[in-house]
Nanobody
Framework: QVQLVESGGRLVLAGDSLKLSCAAS????????TGWFRQAPGKEREFLTA??????EYVDSVKGRFTISRDYAENTLYLQMNSLKPEDTAVYYC????????????????WGQGTQVTVSS
């Protein structure tokens, strides 16, 4: 079992940067593919990025602005978000699964509880 807890979400201004954290416990993230999703009000949960330590992928809407990274010593997943836009406003979720395809398919084994990011213009 893996427990995931996100933090770092808050209200920011357009153009600002923000770094989200996803602390894992139970097992090492090194054994899993990990990713980030977001869900805006009235919309479906959206895949943003995933990595398994060898492959890293981003959707076009965040490519060049968001960076996923992992700190194995801290057993923590991060999402660095730059040049934030009002349309980035959403609840952000981290996820982990044995297979990266499960994350691409939005069917990971483990989900965090989410952290709210609000970008004001």
């Amino acid at each position: 079992q893996v427990q995931l807890v996100e933090s770092g979400g808050r209200l920011v201004l357009a153009g600002d940067s923000l770094k989200l954290s996803c602390a894992a416990s139970g097992r090492s993230l090194a054994n899993y593919a990990t990713g980030w999703f977001r869900q805006a009000p009235g919309k479906e949960r959206e895949f943003l990025t995933a990595t398994n330590g060898y492959i890293t992928e981003y959707v076009d809407s965040v490519k060049g602005r968001f960076t996923i990274s992992r700190d194995y010593a801290e057993n923590t997943l991060y999402l660095q978000m730059n040049s934030l836009k009002p349309e980035d406003t959403a609840v952000y979720y981290c996820a982990a699964s044995v297979r990266i395809q499960s994350i691409r398919d939005a069917k990971p084994t483990y989900w965090g509880q989410g952290t709210q990011v609000t970008v004001s213009s």
